[in-house]
C-alpha cells in the first residue's frame, strides 16, 4: 500500500469523527477525486474497513427506519442493515477499497503477434444512477508485438473484477478497464466489447427486462485496421449476456 500523505494544518481532530470523514479528508489533502467509480485504496489504513463497514451499518438502519420498516419485530428485516453494509464494502464495491490483484507480466519471448481473444469473461457491478446490478460478458482482444507484456488469461477476468466492483457507467468503465490492460500489456492493438444487462431498465423506469446495452473500446491497430476489428467481432461468438 502507497504511504497516506500526512494530513495537513486544516485536518479533522481524530477521536469521535466517522471514518468515513477521516478518509474523506486524506483524499482531499491529496488533492485526489472519490468518484462513484475511483478506487481510493491508497487512503485505506489498515483497520479502517471495519470501522467503516460499523458506520454504514448505523446509516444504513437510519435509512430503513425512515422507509417505516420495523427492523426490531420483523424477523426478515432485523439484520439487514449489516447484510447490506457487508455486501457493498466487502463485495459489489469492493473494487473501490482494495489495491490491484497482483498481475505478473512476461516478456514477449516467442515474439508471438497474433489476435487473442479472451472471453466472454462474465461481469458484475451495479448502476451509480440507482446502484441497481449491470450484469453482463466481456470480451478482450489483444493484438501483441515483441515488446508487449504477456499475463495469464486469468488475470484479465481479475482486472475486470477489480473494475467493474464499483458504481458504475458502461460506458467508463469499458475504457477504464482498456486503459488498465494497456498499461499493463503495451500491445500493438487493443479491443474490448461489452454487453450487459442493466436493472435500472428491467427492475424499475420503462421495466424492459430484454433490453441491453453493448458497446466497444477499439485502440492501435484495431482502430486503423478495418479488416483486423472485423476479424475480431466475427470471432466472438453470439453474445447472450442472461
Known sequence: MKSIPAPGPDAIPDEGVPMSVKIRERIQHARKRFNANDNIAD???????ERLLDEVEVKMQGVLESMVIDTVNDHNTNDTARRVAKMYLNEVFKGRYVQPPPITEFPNAEHLNELMIVGPIRVRSACSHHFCPVIGQVWIGVMPNERTNVIG???????AEWVMGRPQIQEEA???????????????????????SHFCMGWRGVK???SKMI???????????PNLRREFLALIPKRSAE
Open 43 to 49: 487512503f485505506i489504513e489498515p483497520g479502517d474497513m
Open 208 to 210: 424492459d427486462l430484454d
Open 153 to 159: 488469461l486469468s488475470k484479465y477476468a481479475r482486472l
Open 174 to 196: 469499458v475504457v477504464m478497464l482498456a486503459d488498465l490492460i494497456q498499461e499493463k500489456t503495451q500491445p500493438d492493438g487493443l479491443a474490448i466489447v461489452m454487453e450487459a
Open 215 to 225: 458497446n466497444s473500446v477499439m485502440r492501435g491497430v484495431f482502430l486503423k485496421d
